[in-house]
């Protein structure tokens, strides 16, 4: 398991646009992002984990959730493809980083939108992967060519959950915890070799399965007390973070955090 992760201190996060259903224009309070952004990095530090930095660009508010820019394993990194125009330019800085310390980058054709680990676990020789709204099919399906990874195609069905990693987290290889209402019964019935555990819709909607996980520890954000008890009761280590201020933009904890 990668124990370095990289981060991106929200020196200029805000919410100036609209591209998903949880940015509704609230006004961000810029002292407490950078207080819950530090509590997020300071626990994953004391925890063990190694933390890289970017620095982010002022125009690219959203570059703070890390996870969208790409899928990296063994030194290789499928760089994202944003859907949206607000946040295209991030390709070019993340893939910049990247190549200066000797990562093999690739870059997807324009008409394949691919977000990278916002859509994307990878786990051993497999790549969990969603598709439907901000990452296509055949993107996927490309981007686990590239890295050599066998593909689990999830198709997600609710726009408050455009991102895999708002509705589905992997605790370890063989548990998850996912938001039934994000997929069709169809597709989470593709998912094998994998206990799942459901998470209610106001669990959901708080952001549960939006968790860094390291080890046996899991950054949940916070609220999720219930589940907390569950997954203690199931040897994690559970720490509950508040996220209030990127929750405005439609991400949390894991959204900000690419293991590299």
């Not at 300071?42 to 933390?51: D, I, R, S, W």
């Not at 997807?108 to 709204?133: H, K, R, W």
């Not at 689990?152 to 290889?173: G, I, M, Q, V």
């Amino acid at each position: 398991m990668n124990n370095t992760v990289l981060l991106c201190p929200p020196i200029h996060f805000d919410v100036t646009y609209s591209i998903n259903p949880w940015m509704k224009g609230e006004p961000v309070n810029s002292e407490l992002v950078m207080k819950q952004w530090f509590h997020m990095k300071n626990t994953l530090e004391f925890l063990g984990a190694k933390t890289k930095l970017i620095g982010q660009w002022p125009l690219l508010p959203d570059m703070v959730f890390t996870a969208n820019a790409g899928t990296v394993h063994n030194n290789k990194v499928v760089l994202s493809n944003f859907k949206h125009v607000e946040r295209k330019m991030e390709r070019q800085v993340f893939k910049q980083w990247f190549d200066e310390r000797g990562y093999k980058t690739f870059v997807l054709p324009e008409d394949m939108n691919f977000e990278g680990c916002g859509d994307t676990i990878v786990s051993g020789n497999q790549m969990i992967a969603g598709y439907g709204f901000r990452s296509d099919l055949k993107a996927i399906r490309r981007a686990a060519e590239i890295l050599e990874l066998n593909l689990l195609p999830l198709k997600l069905k609710n726009p408050n959950f455009y991102h895999l990693d708002t509705c589905f987290s992997l605790l370890r290889e063989d548990f998850a915890i996912y938001y039934p209402g994000a997929f069709s019964k169809h597709t989470i019935n593709k998912v094998k070799d994998i206990e799942l555990l459901a998470v209610s819709e106001e669990e959901a909607n708080r952001f549960a399965c939006n968790s860094i996980v390291f080890q046996d520890h899991v950054l949940m954000p916070a609220g999720n007390e219930g589940l907390k008890f569950l997954l203690t009761e199931r040897g994690f280590d559970v720490h509950l973070l508040d996220t209030s201020e990127f929750l405005k933009s439609g991400g949390s904890l894991q959204c900000m955090a690419l293991w590299i």
